[in-house]
Antibody, heavy 119, light 113 residues
Framework: QVQLKESGPVLVQASETLSLTCTVSGFSLTNYGVIWVRQPPGKGLEWMGIIWRNGNTDYNSALKSRLSINRDTSKSQVFLKMNSLQTDDTAIYYC?????????????WGQGVMVTVSS | DIVMTQSPSSLAVSAGETVTINCKSSQSLLYSGNQKNYLAWYQQKPGQSPKLLIYWASTRQSGVPDRFIGSGSGTDFTLTISSVQAEDLAIYYC?????????FGAGTKLELK
């Protein structure tokens, strides 16, 4: 069955770089795009960026200067790196799947990883 | 970015009631080329990740009970939950995918009266 699972550090110091991994199973990264979405505690959802099935990427312009998304198709893993972290980057980070290949809506979600940025 | 405005922000209901959640977009989500509305609805229960309920404004995701009904077009959309059950208590989000970046509403919290 389709599964996504995020992993990475739960505590990061301000100004440092966040590195997260999304490990997927039940589908191929060459057939589906993967999106990162984050949710600050008690707040709404923010689309961060997508790595398309062809490996191209698009980012939220608000984060573009700090964010990069890559993948290793042989390991079924997608990587998020975001630098210059601030306390307002504290959030649950989710990876999700793009079912139609156009980055529209998101049908499967990981459990999320709570990342706290400490000053 | 397209702004999505949901109302109400919270709603207290009794089991068995029918509820309506509204979502308004700052520009039309109806694409004239295919007459589809680029809108989805998600349900997020406490401590869980969001779950896709509805896409293309009115198409239920596989396995979603038929008491969840999406409707609307253009800039005004509605999620109706008929005969609310205790398991439906959650936060509901609308999301547009007409333009990049996809954006979400702030959510509507469904609580038990």
């Amino acid at each position: 069955q389709v599964q996504l699972k995020e992993s990475g550090p739960v505590l990061v110091q301000a100004s440092e770089t966040l590195s997260l991994t999304c490990t997927v199973s039940g589908f191929s990264l060459t057939n589906y795009g993967v999106i990162w979405v984050r949710q600050p505690p008690g707040k709404g959802l923010e689309w961060m960026g997508i790595i398309w099935r062809n490996g191209n990427t698009d980012y939220n312009s608000a984060l573009k200067s700090r964010l990069s998304i890559n993948r290793d198709t042989s390991k079924s893993q997608v990587f998020l790196k975001m630098n210059s972290l601030q306390t307002d980057d504290t959030a649950i980070y989710y990876c999700t799947r793009d079912p139609e290949g156009y980055g529209y809506y998101f049908d499967y979600w990981g459990q999320g990883v709570m990342v706290t940025v400490s000053s | 970015d397209i702004v999505m405005t949901q109302s109400p922000s919270s709603l207290a209901v009794s089991a068995g009631e029918t509820v309506t959640i509204n979502c308004k977009s700052s520009q039309s989500l109806l694409y004239s080329g295919n007459q589809k509305n680029y809108l989805a609805w998600y349900q997020q229960k406490p401590g869980q990740s969001p779950k896709l309920l509805i896409y293309w404004a009115s198409t239920r995701q596989s396995g979603v009970p038929d008491r969840f009904i999406g409707s609307g077009s253009g800039t005004d959309f509605t999620l109706t939950i008929s005969s609310v059950q205790a398991e439906d208590l959650a936060i509901y989000y609308c999301q547009q995918y007409y333009d990049t970046p996809p954006t979400f509403g702030a959510g509507t919290k469904l609580e038990l009266k």
